[in-house]
């Protein structure tokens, strides 16, 4: 099992092999087209950067409340959102601005342009405003003529116009004044032409978001890698580098942004106070005066110390409410979209959150507003979930507001009954006390507001970015990154063997031809396989003829015919039947049946034995034409030389047998024609005719072999018909020629017992096709030049319609 396997491996990489040259012809192809590939693509060069995303481990107070509340899970750094947002639009927009990426300069070679970053020999300063440059898209040409002027076209085949540097020059993005970015580069310049091209910042972004890579170094890091390919190492690092910035820039616009609006809203909130302060003072100061009271002491310490103990509690409720009622008026009052004020001092920890909540929606709102409309389903969304926040502060603060009002009555109640205990006091200190109480309740929420205010200064103050860079953009090598041409070449000898190993594979696929005697044996089983008679030549030479002595591959080839055939023989000869009558077809015309016949029937002349060649196949005879290398236009032509036939014999019963045979010389050797004679009207029933079977008896017992040339077995009967005579049938394959599933045919005749002693033969193989003896080569030991032998077999080379 392991040998078949092994013998059919060998030989399906041996079909490969024979077109070997077709595997290096595609090979050295790809080859070509991958160095005009790496000679004529542009580049890229990699640059990375490495940044780290910092924890806010002193958070300010306007976002450590954030903490606390559970449906907004933790408010620690995620680095998966600080991902997204590293890659937002807006953030590579505000680098396309910055680097003025959406303008491109490009110098025209005769194949490929050159991109020019940084290296731009001019400078151009547009007169739209930047709004309409931003969203402009087009090109035009700058040749540069001499150190102060220049050629100018909007296209690259129109006639270009001259400028001097610092003129207006009108574009279809509108005008633009031209000045040269230095002397010497203008100098080193001189005759380049430029190509400029402007896009809309929007798609320069889109393009740039889609390049860079932004990841994790690892699962749970805070560090992040930016990865960026670009034909320009120079803008690659740059690219990362300004984005980096960008991002930090706008995490801390965002942080003071919300530390401005709560100064604000506390300096408001001071300024109220501190009016109402005043007023309280002079009041207890005025007091003072008209009654002359300077020192009253307590006349019941304990009442008076429970009831201090209370009012504390009271000043806090009311605090407390002040703060929930100014923050509900804020939030009635303020617009829609701004942000307000965190964390102000108010202990409902359900609106601290909900503000800081409804502020951190505010700038997303406002940052996606930079590159979305009003309109966008994203920014309505965000709108309705700020309302939301808004109805849901309204109502925390109502509720916060009833709570402390409630508190506050059960206090006051709670006052009044401590109070009824020292109504004996004089008049005086109980007027004094309630504007003592009513002066220590505004002075309490001032100093707090107070140290509200120095806070938020100090986290406006220290506001810290939110990353901190770990590399640079750095470039990985001088040399560039892609195309590699390693990887190219390999590509290109892979892609070169592919694809003739794929032409060749369904070539194979599709094929339905016999095409040598391996592929033979395989549909035939056990049938007997004689030769493979090899390809000689084209046109006139693969129809040659076997000389005397000849040692050439085909004489070689029917030498091993001849020695097989005759083993079969002389297996079953007897004295009274004598085994040796051969019949030679085919499937249909052109297959090389009477090729066949004839050269076998000269090869075992050679052997110097009695030869009888019979021309049967009476519908399209061609044995007089074959061996008389002549060519007739008629029929009655090929008569007036080659005399009666086997037709004429099979009609006339007054033809003898010694008419019809002819004596055939061939190099030295002769042997015994018989043609097939007129071509009849009724050829099926002379092929049923008795005289057949009388020739073809007096044939066996005359000669030593007889060779018939039949006609075709599929196309008719007539082969059919007489192979009741025959000892063997050679059954002729031409190799390409004739389909495997042909070989059934023959087969099923056999099985049927309507033909006997089938045996194959396949004709006309290629050299590198060639089975068992195609391995070693035909001719072993021979040792004379081929040149002027093959010259001499030339001479009997017939038509190549006998083929």
């Known amino acids: 099992m392991n040998k078949n396997n092994d013998l059919n491996l060998k030989e399906i990489i041996k079909d490969y092999i024979k077109y070997w040259y077709w595997f290096a012809i595609s090979m050295v192809l790809a080859l070509i087209v991958s160095y005009i590939y790496l000679r004529y693509t542009t580049p890229q060069y990699a640059a990375n950067a490495k940044i780290q995303i910092l924890e806010e481990k002193s958070k300010s107070s306007e976002l450590a409340i954030?903490?606390?509340?559970?449906?907004?899970?933790?408010?620690?750094?995620?680095?998966?959102?600080?991902?997204?947002?590293?890659?937002?639009?807006?953030?590579?927009?505000?680098?396309?601005?910055?680097?003025?990426?959406?303008?491109?300069?490009?110098?025209?070679?005769?194949?490929?342009?050159?991109?020019?970053?940084?290296?731009?020999?001019?400078?151009l300063n547009f007169i739209e405003p930047d709004s309409i440059i931003y969203n402009s898209q087009g090109s035009f040409y700058i040749q540069i003529l001499s150190e102060s002027t220049f050629g100018f076209s909007n296209q690259e085949d129109e006639k270009m116009k001259m400028y001097t540097f610092g003129n207006k020059v009108d574009t279809k993005v509108g005008g633009i004044i031209i000045t040269p970015r230095d002397a010497k580069t203008i100098k080193n310049h001189k005759g380049t032409k430029l190509m400029v091209s402007l896009a809309p910042v929007e798609r320069v972004a889109q393009a740039f978001k889609r390049k860079v890579t932004v990841a994790q170094a690892a699962k749970n890091s805070s560090i992040i890698n930016l990865g960026l390919r670009d034909a320009s190492l120079v803008r690659a690092k740059d690219v990362l580098n300004t984005l980096i910035k960008v991002y930090n820039d706008n995490a801390i616009s965002s942080k003071k942004e919300i530390s401005d609006r709560t100064i604000n809203f506390i300096n408001d909130r001071i300024s109220e106070i501190a009016g109402d302060l005043s007023n309280v003072d002079q009041t207890a100061q005025d007091f003072r005066t008209k009654n002359r009271i300077t020192d009253i002491a307590s006349e019941a310490s304990m009442n008076l110390t429970v009831g201090s103990a209370n009012e504390d509690q009271i000043n806090n409720v009311n605090t407390q409410l002040s703060i929930a009622n100014a923050m509900r008026d804020l939030v009635d009052d303020q617009g829609k979209y701004e942000v307000m004020p965190s964390n102000i001092g108010l202990n409902d920890a359900s609106v601290n959150s909900a503000a800081s909540k409804f502020n951190e929606l505010v700038l997303e709102r406002d940052r996606m507003l930079k590159t979305m409309n009003a309109q966008n389903p994203m920014i309505l969304q965000l709108n309705q979930q700020i309302d939301g926040i808004r109805e849901n502060m309204r109502s925390s603060l109502s509720s916060t507001t009833e709570n402390l009002n409630i508190q506050l009555n059960s206090l006051r109640g709670r006052q009044a009954r401590i109070n009824s205990r020292i109504y004996g006091a004089p008049k005086y200190e109980k007027q004094l006390?309630?504007?003592?109480?009513?002066?220590g309740?505004?002075?309490?929420?001032?100093?707090?507001?107070?140290?509200?205010?120095?806070?938020?200064?100090?986290?406006?103050?220290?506001?810290?970015?939110?990353?901190?860079?770990?590399?640079?953009?750095?470039?990985?090598?001088?040399?560039?990154?892609?195309?590699?041409?390693?990887?190219?070449?390999?590509?290109a000898l892979v892609i070169g063997f592919i694809i003739p190993f794929s032409v060749i594979y369904a070539y194979y696929l599709i094929d339905d031809k016999i095409h040598n005697k391996l592929q033979?044996?395989?549909?035939?089983?056990?049938?007997?396989?004689?030769?493979?008679?090899?390809?000689?030549?084209?046109?006139?030479?693969?129809?040659?003829?076997?000389?005397?002595?000849?040692?050439?591959?085909?004489?070689?080839?029917?030498?091993?015919?001849?020695?097989?055939?005759?083993?079969?023989?002389?297996?079953?000869?007897?004295?009274?039947?004598?085994?040796?009558?051969?019949?030679?077809?085919?499937?249909?015309?052109?297959?090389?049946?009477?090729?066949?016949?004839?050269?076998?029937?000269?090869?075992?002349?050679?052997?110097?034995?009695?030869?009888?060649?019979?021309?049967?196949?009476?519908?399209?005879?061609?044995?007089?034409?074959?061996?008389?290398?002549?060519?007739?236009?008629?029929?009655?032509?090929?008569?007036?030389?080659?005399?009666?036939?086997?037709?004429?014999?099979?009609?006339?019963?007054?033809?003898?047998?010694?008419?019809?045979?002819?004596?055939?010389?061939?190099?030295?050797?002769?042997?015994?024609?018989?043609?097939?004679?007129?071509?009849?009207?009724?050829?099926?029933?002379?092929?049923?005719?008795?005289?057949?079977?009388?020739?073809?008896?007096?044939?066996?017992?005359?000669?030593?072999?007889?060779?018939?040339?039949?006609?075709?077995?599929?196309?008719?009967?007539?082969?059919?018909?007489?192979?009741?005579?025959?000892?063997?049938?050679?059954?002729?394959?031409?190799?390409?020629v004739t389909e495997k599933r042909v070989i059934e045919y023959p087969l099923s005749l056999e099985q049927d017992g309507k033909i006997n002693g089938l045996t194959f033969v396949v004709n006309n193989v290629k050299s590198n096709d060639l089975g068992y003896g195609g391995k070693y080569g035909y001719g072993y030991g021979y040792g004379q030049k081929k040149s002027s032998k093959w010259k001499y077999v030339k001479k009997w080379i017939p038509s190549k319609k006998f083929r």
């Open 66 to 123: 954030l903490e606390e509340i559970d449906f907004l899970g933790s408010t620690k750094t995620n680095v998966e959102d600080e991902l997204e947002i590293i890659k937002s639009l807006s953030n590579f927009m505000d680098v396309v601005k910055d680097l003025k990426l959406h303008i491109n300069y490009r110098r025209v070679g005769r194949i490929s342009a050159l991109d020019l970053y940084k290296n731009e020999p001019v400078k």
């Open 433 to 439: 006390k309630d504007i003592t109480r009513k002066q």
């Open 441 to 491: 309740t505004i002075e309490a929420l001032y100093l707090y507001l107070m140290e509200k205010r120095e806070q938020s200064g100090i986290t406006l103050a220290s506001t810290a970015p939110k990353s901190k860079l770990v590399e640079a953009a750095h470039g990985l090598s001088e040399l560039p990154v892609a195309p590699s041409k390693s990887m190219s070449f390999l590509a």
């Open 520 to 736: 033979l044996e395989k549909l035939v089983a056990n049938q007997p396989i004689l030769a493979e008679i090899p390809k000689v030549g084209n046109g006139k030479d693969a129809n040659a003829v076997i000389l005397k002595n000849d040692r050439s591959v085909l004489a070689e080839s029917f030498r091993i015919l001849r020695t097989n055939l005759d083993f079969l023989i002389k297996t079953n000869k007897t004295k009274e039947h004598p085994n040796n009558v051969v019949f030679v077809s085919s499937s249909v015309s052109g297959e090389g049946k009477t090729f066949i016949a004839s050269n076998l029937a000269i090869i075992f002349a050679n052997t110097n034995k009695k030869v009888l060649l019979i021309g049967a196949d009476i519908r399209n005879p061609k044995m007089f034409t074959f061996l008389s290398k002549k060519e007739f236009v008629t029929g009655a032509e090929r008569l007036k030389h080659a005399g009666l036939g086997l037709t004429d014999f099979l009609h006339n019963a007054k033809v003898k047998k010694e008419e019809i045979i002819n004596q055939k010389d061939m190099d030295g050797h002769n042997i015994d024609v018989i043609y097939s004679g007129k071509i009849p009207p009724n050829p099926s029933e002379l092929a049923m005719s008795d005289r057949l079977g009388e020739l073809l008896e007096f044939a066996s017992k005359n000669y030593d072999y007889v060779v018939v040339d039949t006609a075709p077995l599929m196309i008719v009967t007539d082969t059919q018909l007489m192979s009741k005579h025959a000892d063997h049938l050679i059954y002729v394959c031409r190799a390409g």
